[in-house]
C-alpha cells in the first residue's frame, strides 16, 4: 500500500503520468497472483513459500536458502516503509531521521504483541482511511488548481522540472523499457512474495484466496492513477516545486497540507500514515514467520511450544524492524529502496518456485544451482560489479540465468517421481 500510495507519488512528482506503471504493476501482479497460483497454493495449506519449495523439491537447503532470501527482501521493503514513515514526519516538522526511528518503534511495538489476525483487521482499517485520504487529496487538489487545463498551466509555469511540463501529461513518460520492466519485475515479486502469500495460506479456503487476490489486483489498476496525480499535484500547489521535486518522496503529505492546511491536512497526513504503518506490520509478521517456521522448526525439526514461540516472535519482530531502520538510512528512496530488496529474492527464488509447480522435471539439484546463480547476479548488480541501465535489468538477467542453469543442471540429473501426497499437491492447477 505505501508504494502504490507515497512510491506512485513520489514517480508523479518526477514523471507525471508516467507513475502510474508502479501501482498498476502491483495491481497486475495479484491479479495473475489469483488467476493462476493462488488457488493451488492455498490448497497446500503450508505457511511460507519455502515451505512450498521444500515440499517440492524434498531439500531443507532449498527451504532455508529460499528463506534466507525472503528475510533479507523483506527487511529491504521495510526500510522503504520506514523511510516512507519518516517522508510524513519531515513534512511536519520532525527531521527524517527522528521520524524514521520513531515510526520504527510504533510498528515493532503493536505488531510485536499482536498476531495475525489483529494485523489483518488493522490493515484492512487502515487501508480505508488511507484510499479514502488520497482519494479527497486529489479530488481537492484539481479543484484548487483549476483541473487538469490548470495543472497543465501551472506546471508549464515551473522552471527546471526532471522533464518538459508536456511529458507529465504522458503515460510513456518512464520511457519503453523502464515501463515494461516495472510490469514484469514487481508482476514476478508479486507471484512469490511471502508477504502476499501469508495472507493467502490464511485465507478461510481456496475460493476466497483466488478471489481476494483477483479483486484486490482490479482495484489497485484502477486507482493507480491516482498516486501519479498526487504527485503532480504536489508539485504544482507547493510554494516551493523545487523541494517537492527535490525529496519527490514528501509528495504526498505536501499536497495534503497545501490542500487542506494545517490541522485539517494534519488529520489526512495521519490517514497515509496508517496506510503505512498496515504494510509495515504485515512484512514483520512474514519475516517472523520465516524465523520461526523455516529458521527454527526447520532446522530443528519439530514444533516448539507456544510460550517460546512466541517469545521467538517477540524478538524477531525487534531485531528485523530494526534492521529495516538501518536499511532506510542506508538507501534514501522509497521506490528504489523496495525495487532494489526485491532483486536478490526474486532473482534467486522466482524460477525455482515457477517451473517448480508447472516442470516435473526440475530437480532439487537444478532448482539449489540457479537459485544460487540467479541470486549472485543480483548481489553483483546490485553492487555495481555488473552495470545495469535500471534496476528491473537485474530481475530479468538474473531470472534467465536461473533458468538456464536449472534446466541445465536438471536435465543432467535424476529427477525424483511425485508420488502421493507430493502428486497431488502439484497437479492442482488454476
Known sequence: ????????????????????WYGFACGLGLLVLGLTLARPMRA??????????????????????AALLSLLALVGILGAQVWAASAIFEVIGLPGTAGAVLATLVFIAYTAFSGLWAVALTDF??????????????LMGLIKVGGISGL???????????????????????????????????????????????????SKNEGTARKGAVYAGMLLMALSVLPALAGMLAVALSGNPEAVIDS???????????????????IFVAAVLAAIMSTADSLLSAATSHIVKDFYE?????KGDE????RLSVITTVAVGLLSLGAALAIRGIVELLIYSYDVYTSGVFVPLILGLYWRRATKEGALAGM??????????????????????????????????????????????????????FSVRG
Not at 526447520?298 to 519439530?302: D, H
Open 152 to 202: 497543465r498551466a501551472a506546471l508549464q509555469n515551473i522552471k527546471n522540472l526532471p522533464q518538459p511540463a508536456t511529458g507529465y501529461f504522458s503515460v510513456t513518460s518512464l520511457g519503453p523499457s523502464l515501463l515494461a520492466l516495472t510490469l514484469a519485475a514487481t508482476v514476478m515479486y508479486t507471484l512469490i512474495g511471502q508477504d502476499f502469500y501469508q495472507r493467502l495460506f490464511a
Open 44 to 65: 497446500l495449506a503450508l505457511y511460507t513459500v519455502p515451505d512450498v519449495l521444500e515440499m517440492r523439491y524434498r531439500s531443507k537447503t532449498i527451504r532455508l536458502l
Open 307 to 310: 510460550k517460546r514461540l512466541l
Open 298 to 302: 526447520g532446522i530443528v525439526g519439530e
Open 248 to 266: 519527490p518522496k514528501t509528495a504526498v503529505p505536501m499536497l495534503v497540507i497545501s490542500v487542506f492546511g494545517g490541522t485539517v491536512g494534519a
Open 125 to 138: 482499517v487502515q487501508i480505508i482511511l488511507g484510499s479514502a485520504g488520497i482519494f479527497v487529496a486529489v
Open 1 to 20: 500500500m505505501v508504494a502504490f500510495i507515497l512510491g506512485g507519488a513520489s514517480w508523479g512528482a518526477t514523471y507525471g503520468l508516467g507513475g502510474i
Open 372 to 425: 544460487t546463480a540467479g541470486s549472485l547476479v543480483a548481489v553483483l548488480g546490485a553492487a555495481g560489479i555488473l552495470n545495469f541501465p535500471y534496476w528491473e535489468y537485474v530481475y530479468v538477467s538474473g531470472a534467465l540465468v536461473s533458468t538456464v542453469v536449472l534446466v541445465v543442471v536438471s536435465l543432467a540429473t535424476r529427477a525424483e517421481p511425485l508420488e502421493g501426497e507430493l502428486e497431488e499437491a
